[in-house]
T-cell receptor, first 114, second 117 residues
Framework: NAGVTQTPKFQVLKTGQSMTLQCAQD?????MYWYRQDPGMGLRLIYYSASEGTTDKGEVPNGYNVSRLNKREFSLRLESAAPSQTSVYFC?????????????FGPGTRLTVL | AQSVTQLDSQVPVFEEAPVELRCNYS??????LFWYVQYPNQGLQLLLK??????LVKGINGFEAEFNKSQTSFHLRKPSVHISDTAEYFCAVSGNAGGTSYGKLTFGQGTILTVHP
């Protein structure tokens, strides 16, 4: 099992460009999440999908959109990138969306917006 | 609303010394508590979690944590660290609030543990 995979690993964008971060899991999990990690701020939830066909905003959703393509895949889109979106992005999944469920994380995507 | 405070941003320690990484939380509901570790250039891995029962929780790699409800703390400890324990450690809390079915996971700011030879 590969667990949670993310592509790309690194990306440099210019302000105003768009891109989609891809995430896939092979653990048959129902719930998936997108976080961003910034120095000294821990991880902050951008969007989550409690189950296939549903998505909801997290703590910092502005400037992002998501798509739960199927049970395995959950993508994050930046329509018009801004320097404030320079960050490391992590995708995670859990069996259920319950408060006691362990979340499994991908290796991350390092995004720089110039 | 939930919040997590990790009291130390960086903790340097010598190999084979004991270490404690401190975590305090606030929440208006019952909580579940987690410690995750992030090795350089990797994603997060679960070290241990407290759901209920015994307040002393043992995790992987010799780490343990104690849930103290009265002090709202969940400090992480290891009696003897190794060079390979150098990483960033995150405390996180979740709890069902507002009648939703989703338990939001709130992370602390992280503590960088550096183990010196």
């Amino acid at each position: 099992n590969a667990g949670v995979t993310q592509t790309p690993k690194f990306q440099v964008l210019k302000t105003g460009q768009s891109m989609t971060l891809q995430c896939a899991q092979d653990m048959n999990h129902n719930s998936m999440y997108w976080y961003r990690q910034d120095p000294g701020m821990g991880l902050r939830l951008i969007y989550y999908s409690a189950s296939e066909g549903t998505t909801d905003k997290g703590e910092v959703p502005n400037g992002y959109n998501v798509s739960r393509l199927n049970k395995r895949e959950f993508s994050l889109r930046l329509e018009s990138a801004a320097p404030s979106q320079t960050s490391v992005y992590f995708c995670a999944s859990s069996l259920l969306a319950g408060e006691n469920d362990e979340q499994f994380f991908g290796p991350g995507t390092r995004l720089t917006v110039l | 609303a939930q919040s997590v405070t990790q009291l130390d941003s960086q903790v340097p320690v010598f190999e084979e010394a004991p270490v404690e990484l401190r975590c305090n939380y606030s929440s208006s509901v019952s909580v579940y508590l987690f410690w995750y570790v992030q090795y350089p250039n990797q994603g997060l891995q679960l070290l241990l979690k407290y759901l209920s029962g015994s307040t002393l929780v043992k995790g992987i790699n010799g780490f343990e944590a104690e849930f103290n409800k009265s002090q709202t703390s969940f400090h992480l400890r290891k009696p003897s660290v190794h060079i390979s324990d150098t990483a960033e450690y995150f405390c996180a809390v979740s709890g069902n609030a507002g009648g939703t079915s989703y338990g939001k996971l709130t992370f602390g700011q992280g503590t960088i543990l550096t183990v010196h030879p």
